[in-house]
């Protein structure tokens, strides 16, 4: 059985401050949502599913050639949204705004770069953002989450840097998904 992995960017204390806060306050709302512990929400740019502890190694030193050649990213808060839309809500998300064009040829790179090893291309373009629940349903309550949208509408923070990328090892529990740092590589480029 393989590891349940993914890679990822830990939130600066600032921005993480921010998100644990509007966490806090919308998981008061009544929607029928799955809420995303603060703790773990991350900045998710590939998803890798099943990989072989073998793999890890090599895999690692692919992904460091990659960190070599990209520098840090800036980035900040904006207002949350639903995946797909507000009609058919599958997932509530706070948005990313900063280095978004670079972020997404990063995550092509490393898709490349992974694609030896079986993990599969998202042809989705790169929609960065951090999930703070999925829904189970939506139910007679979606005045309620236009309202919870229309609250924090003006959502923002200042500009933070991200500057290691971080493989997790993703463990699926009955409370919910515990993740593990197992590895990590600077971003170095210049």
Not at 13 to 24: F, Q, W
Not at 38 to 62: C, K, N, R, Y
Not at 113 to 126: Q, T, V
Request: glycine residues 8%.
């Amino acid at each position: 059985m393989g590891i349940r992995s993914f890679l990822a960017f830990e939130l600066p204390d600032d921005i993480k401050t921010v998100v644990t806060r509007v966490s806090g306050e919308i998981r008061k709302s009544s929607l029928d949502v799955r809420w995303v512990r603060p703790e773990f929400i991350h900045l998710t740019v590939v998803f890798m599913g099943d990989i072989e502890s073998e793999q890890i190694a090599p895999m690692g030193a692919s992904l460091g050639v990659v960190c070599s050649q990209h520098s840090p990213f800036t980035i900040s808060l904006k207002p949350m949204g639903c995946f797909p839309n507000i009609r058919n809500p599958r997932v509530i998300w706070l948005g990313i705004d900063g280095d978004l064009e670079r972020m997404s040829r990063f995550r092509d790179d490393l898709q490349h770069a992974l694609s030896p090893f079986g993990i599969k291309e998202e042809e989705r373009a790169f929609r960065p953002h951090l999930t703070l629940g999925r829904f189970r349903m939506l139910g007679k309550r979606q005045t309620e989450l236009e309202q919870l949208l229309a609250k924090y509408k003006e959502l923002s923070s200042p500009a933070h840097s991200l500057s290691e990328l971080v493989l997790f090892r993703s463990d699926l529990k009955p409370g919910g998904a515990v993740y593990t740092k197992m590895w990590s590589w600077p971003l170095s480029g210049g």
